[in-house]
T-cell receptor
Framework: GAGVSQSPSNKVTEKGKDVELRCDPI?????LYWYRQSLGQGLEFLIY????????KSGLPSDRFSAERTGGSVSTLTIQRTQQEDSAVYLC???????????FGSGTQLSVL | KQEVTQIPAALSVPEGENLVLNCSFT??????LQWFRQDPGKGLTSLLL?????REQTSGRLNASLDKSSGRSTLYIAASQPGDSATYLC?????????FGTGTRLQVFP
């Protein structure tokens, strides 16, 4: 595709519900990253994929968070039993290979009421 | 643990000024450093990428330098314009992921 696409752009949910966030990276990009940006905070690394494998899951805040990538393309970040502190912008990025120029999507604004 | 700091946190300048944004990092073992721009409500746009073996990169009115041994990078913006108003973030790659600074919020007024 022309750029990294994320959906939905906005998600409002009730505390305790599960949510799925989707990322479509640029076609052919092997590396895919998820970051979280809370209000007034810096970008917090969550997880990255090389192909369909996730060598580094160290940034996932808790076991309520999980992510997968299929076909070396689309990735889904799932948050179970959402909490208010999960409210943030979730950003996805991809690069042709690891450690190269990173292209970001516009993010998903998650609000947990 | 790698930490990235950006100074100043916010900057307001009149149009036409040349300005310098600073980024410092605690661990010099990095593969590269990138500068990004973030507009309100938007994702990040990569501006410049400097490999660890390089000293600087230039793109138009932007020039980024890297001094890996001292853990510093600067982003120089020449002849600033109101359209340059945004948050600027630097990020280092120590291995397999980028570690970001908290950014400098720049406002250029006419």
């Amino acid at each position: 595709g022309a750029g990294v696409s994320q959906s939905p752009s906005n998600k409002v949910t009730e505390k305790g519900k599960d949510v799925e966030l989707r990322c479509d990276p640029i076609s052919g990009h092997t590396a895919l990253y998820w970051y979280r940006q809370s209000l007034g905070q810096g970008l917090e690394f969550l997880i990255y994929f090389q192909g369909n494998s996730a060598p580094d899951k160290s940034g996932l805040p808790s076991d309520r968070f999980s992510a997968e990538r299929t076909g070396g393309s689309v990735s889904t970040l799932t948050i179970q039993r959402t909490q208010q502190e999960d409210s943030a912008v979730y950003l996805c990025a991809s690069s042709l290979v690891m450690n190269e120029k990173l292209f970001f999507g516009s993010g998903t604004q998650l609000s947990v009421l | 643990k790698q930490e990235v700091t950006q100074i100043p946190a916010a900057l307001s300048v009149p149009e036409g000024e040349n300005l310098v944004l600073n980024c410092s990092f605690t661990d010099s073992a990095i593969y590269n450093l990138q500068w990004f721009r973030q507009d309100p409500g938007k994702g990040l746009t990569s501006l410049l990428l400097i490999q660890s073996s390089q000293r600087e990169q230039t793109s138009g009115r932007l020039n980024a330098s890297l001094d890996k041994s001292s853990g510093r990078s600067t982003l120089y913006i020449a002849a600033s314009q109101p359209g340059d108003s945004a948050t600027y973030l630097c990020a280092v790659t120590p291995g397999d992921k980028l570690i970001f600074g908290t950014g400098t919020r720049l406002q250029v007024f006419p």
